[in-house]
Antibody, heavy 114, light 107 residues
């Protein structure tokens, strides 16, 4: 069936980086776009950016442009979101989603704490 | 940048009609999607292209649009509809925008 399986929870120290993966199955991965959003506890959804899988073209939200990299590995149908220079405010659940948010992963909790 | 404005909360009794609005200038020329998110779960797409209901979503969910405001309507809201609802618009290739979310209480 169609699903997006995300990597497990992460605990990181301020100033370091985190890389979250999202493996797709049951969808036309190479013909898709893959999006990333995050949600801090008790807060709304914040768009981070997206990648057009076939071309590898990316677009990032202005708030994240200098710190985020979204990439994909077509051989494993996996997309990655790496966020650098982490700070406590980056503590959130990070979601990947396929297409225009047609299908969502279950989320990955990233905790940034000293 | 673009903004989508939603009420922070809506409360109805079971069986009543719940209406959740989403406003923004961009909505005069772009479609909206609605997502339902229950506690501890990922969001789920409910409505796309302002008014189209996803297969499997109960018929009591509907969407409408007028000018710069779109509305998610739940006719005969049920207790299981209690959730956070987010509107979303793909404004352009470099900008995707979510509304702030509306907490629907059915009690």
């Amino acid at each position: 069936q169609m699903q997006l399986v995300q990597s497990g929870p992460e605990v990181k120290k301020p100033g370091t980086s985190v890389k979250v993966s999202c493996k797709a199955s049951g969808i036309n991965f190479s013909g898709s776009a893959m999006q990333w959003v995050r949600q801090a506890r008790g807060q709304g959804l914040e768009w981070i950016g997206w990648i057009v899988v076939g071309s590898g073209n990316t677009n990032y939200a202005q708030n994240f442009q200098e710190r985020v990299t979204i990439a994909r590995d077509m051989s494993t149908s996996t997309t990655y979101m790496e966020l650098s220079s982490l700070r406590s405010e980056d503590t959130a659940v990070y979601y990947c989603a396929a297409g225009d948010f047609d299908l969502w992963g279950r989320g990955t909790l990233v905790t940034v704490s000293s | 940048s673009y903004e989508l404005t939603q009420p922070s909360s809506v409360s109805v009794s079971p069986g009543q009609t719940a209406r959740i609005t989403c406003s923004g200038d961009i909505l005069a020329r772009k479609y909206v999607r609605w997502f339902q998110q229950k506690p501890g779960q990922a969001p789920v797409l409910v409505i796309y292209k302002d008014t189209e209901r996803l297969s499997g979503i109960p018929e009591r969910f509907s969407g409408s649009s007028s000018g710069t405001t779109v509305t998610l309507t739940i006719n005969g809201a049920q207790v299981e509809d209690e959730a956070d609802y987010y509107c979303y618009c793909g404004a352009d290739n470099s900008l995707r925008v979510f509304g702030g979310g509306t907490k629907l209480t059915v009690v």
